[in-house]
């Protein structure tokens, strides 16, 4: 417990803080701050960071041969959800800008930098 409980607040400590630097990059560029879904691309990233984690916790006695797969099954989930979630929007207007590319993939590769090094921290147990 005291580990999951690190990993969720070392997450939402660091994603606070991405999202602090992301804004104030797009204040100062004179640049809307809470368009492109950002809001919600940080809170899914962080719920499915933690859902990633402690679905491989719970299930890497069990399944520890097949714990890579899983994990990967992991990213392909976050990728339906961005294409669910965020592609149609993204798409109307027939391309996808930096913006929009940069709302979600920002908080998408800090959730993935912080589920890497957990799963690694777990299994070396």
């Given at each position: 417990m005291?580990?999951?409980?690190?990993?969720?607040?070392?997450?939402?400590?660091?994603?606070?803080?991405?999202?602090?630097?992301?804004?104030?990059y797009l204040k100062f560029q004179n640049l809307p701050l809470f368009a492109n879904k950002i809001i919600l691309a940080y809170l899914v990233n962080f719920f499915l960071a933690i859902?990633?984690?402690l679905s491989l916790l719970f299930l890497k006695k069990k399944y520890s041969d097949q714990l890579g797969f899983l994990y990967?099954?992991?990213?392909?989930?976050?990728?339906?959800?961005?294409f669910i979630l965020f592609y149609p929007s993204y798409?109307?207007?027939?391309?996808?800008?930096?913006?929009?590319?940069?709302?979600f993939f920002i908080p998408y590769v800090i959730s993935l930098i912080f589920e890497t090094f957990g799963v690694i921290k777990f299994l070396k147990k």
């Amino acid at each position: 417990m005291k580990q999951v409980l690190k990993f969720i607040i070392s997450l939402s400590v660091s994603l606070l803080l991405v999202f602090i630097l992301h804004i104030t990059y797009l204040k100062f560029q004179n640049l809307p701050l809470f368009a492109n879904k950002i809001i919600l691309a940080y809170l899914v990233n962080f719920f499915l960071a933690i859902v990633i984690y402690l679905s491989l916790l719970f299930l890497k006695k069990k399944y520890s041969d097949q714990l890579g797969f899983l994990y990967m099954f992991g990213s392909f989930f976050k990728f339906i959800a961005f294409f669910i979630l965020f592609y149609p929007s993204y798409k109307l207007d027939g391309n996808m800008d930096t913006l929009e590319f940069g709302a979600f993939f920002i908080p998408y590769v800090i959730s993935l930098i912080f589920e890497t090094f957990g799963v690694i921290k777990f299994l070396k147990k």
